[in-house]
């Protein structure tokens, strides 16, 4: 959500066609909101407040509706042609398409510039990654690895990187940059050996037939690229064919999402100087037009097409299409995702032999293997010197990373629905994960606030709190 404009910018008095007072009351309402937005746990609170929504329709009066919404049949009818799927569906194999594609473009980003651009960077994170990606689905094998419920295995193995960050929000100054820089790095690298386990594991028997479809849409996206395509929108027609090709191979559709996210261009074009330079060519042709009384309406929508242009090639495709779909994601995706999914209905007579054992391999695989995993192979690469500790991070700053990446949630939910069709042991797996999200942030808060010690210095944090004081004001 853009920030109103300031008090010394033309478009701070209301358009001709406004009514003032309800402008003024519009801006005054959208503040609380504007500032909730630009808060980084604020994704991770929406996704709380949907789960629990979810959870508490689940198991009150009005459940039977809960459940009847989201597989409610939805399609067309062309014809011969049909094409019907139920709400929940749409939601986990449609609009969870454009998450994964964000998680791809952000995969290709890091590996280009980020994170994951050098090997000794990229090798703590890795490792903790695959730590925490091995041992929670060990611990898992080893507590529930009868044949009717081994198919879980990589239910704990993600990370919720909205609640992780939102967690470290929480504990303020305690957290250096630093540490959130190798979480995000750790929860990146987590998503992609999710989206692997998703390819290998999680998907059915492989059809050619849809795979020859996929390579065509995936093809379009790269000829389309060569012909020097700059315009987001066009791309939307080859992925769909992708996604439909993926879909019809038997193939998670949301594969499709990601493959199109890594081959999103991550090079700029004009940069922050050719910006400058072509907006300024056009400002100065926009005045002399001015001053000559000879600017005319066409020239004016011309002149904008070609800042908007400078505008979008400032940054590349990569960093645009986060931008601009990150939020969406965030505030929208996810939330939907949880409302449709997090919904587990409670009954302490559900909860024996294979259920219960579901339940507690993946809540000890989140809270126990994560932290686990993280801390063992972080040790070892270390050890090695493989790699090195970034520096003002200890030991403590790792037991931290390690139980707050115990929370689960979104990713963790997505692969339950894959690997259980039996209902009941589908919402045990659901359960499990809610649980041991919930302890795992509790048990991150309460680490980090014996662990993390505050080292701002008081005058700094009156500096800084001043300076956020007077840019609110």
Aim: aromatic share 8%; with cysteine; charged share 15%.
């Amino acid at each position: 959500m853009s920030s109103a404009p300031t008090p010394s910018s033309p478009l701070a008095s209301p358009p001709p066609e406004a009514w003032e007072p309800l402008v003024r009351f519009a801006r005054l309402a959208g503040k609380p909101l504007e500032r909730f937005l630009r808060i980084e746990a604020a994704s991770g609170i929406l996704l709380l407040a949907a789960a629990a929504a979810a959870l508490a329709l689940a198991n009150s009066p009005w459940a039977e509706s809960y459940f009847a919404f989201w597989h409610a049949t939805l399609g067309i009818r062309v014809g011969p042609f049909v094409f019907e799927r139920s709400l929940e569906w749409f939601v986990n194999d449609g609009l969870m398409v454009i998450f994964f594609f964000v998680v791809g473009v952000e995969i290709r980003r890091e590996i280009h510039e980020g994170e994951l651009s050098e090997w000794r960077r990229a090798a703590l994170p890795a490792a903790a990654a695959l730590g925490g990606m091995l041992a929670p689905a060990a611990i898992y094998l080893l507590l529930a690895g009868a044949p009717e419920t081994r198919s879980g295995w990589g239910v704990p193995m993600a990370t919720d990187i909205a609640f992780a960050v939102g967690i470290l929000t929480l504990l303020g100054k305690r957290v250096p940059a630093a540490l959130r820089v190798l979480l995000l790095a750790l929860a990146v690298i987590d998503d992609l050996g999710a989206i692997v386990v998703i390819a290998l594991f999680y998907s059915g028997g492989v059809a050619a037939s849809g795979l020859i479809i996929a390579a065509c849409g995936l093809a379009g996206v790269m000829v389309m690229q060569r012909f020097g395509v700059r315009t987001k929108l066009w791309y939307i027609a080859p992925a769909l064919v992708a996604w439909a090709g993926v879909y019809a191979a038997g193939i998670h559709p949301t594969i499709a999402g990601v493959i199109v996210g890594l081959m999103t261009p991550v090079r700029v074009w004009l940069g922050p100087s050719g910006f400058r330079a072509g907006v300024q060519k056009e400002l100065d042709h926009l005045a002399s037009a001015e001053s000559r009384q000879q600017l005319s309406p066409h020239e004016l929508s011309q002149t904008l097409v070609h800042v908007d242009a400078a505008r979008r090639e400032a940054v590349s495709p990569a960093e645009g299409l986060i931008h601009a779909l990150h939020p969406w994601v965030a505030f929208g995706i996810m939330p939907i995702f949880a409302l449709a999914n997090a919904g587990v209905t409670v009954s302490s007579g559900a909860l024996g032999g294979a259920t219960w054992t579901v339940l507690l391999a993946v809540a000890a695989g989140l809270v126990i293997g994560k932290p686990i995993g993280i801390l063992l192979f972080s040790w070892l690469t270390l050890r090695l010197r493989i790699s090195a500790l970034p520096k003002g991070l200890g030991l403590g700053h790792l037991v931290v990373l390690g139980t707050v990446a115990g929370v689960g949630f979104t990713m963790a939910l997505f692969i339950a629905q894959l690997a259980f069709a039996d209902p009941e042991l589908l919402a045990a797996a659901k359960l499990g994960v809610l649980i041991a999200s919930g302890v795992a942030a509790i048990l991150g808060l309460t680490l980090g606030m014996l662990f993390l010690k505050q080292e701002v210095v008081e005058g700094a944090a009156t500096s800084a709190d001043d300076a956020e004081r007077s840019t609110e004001a």
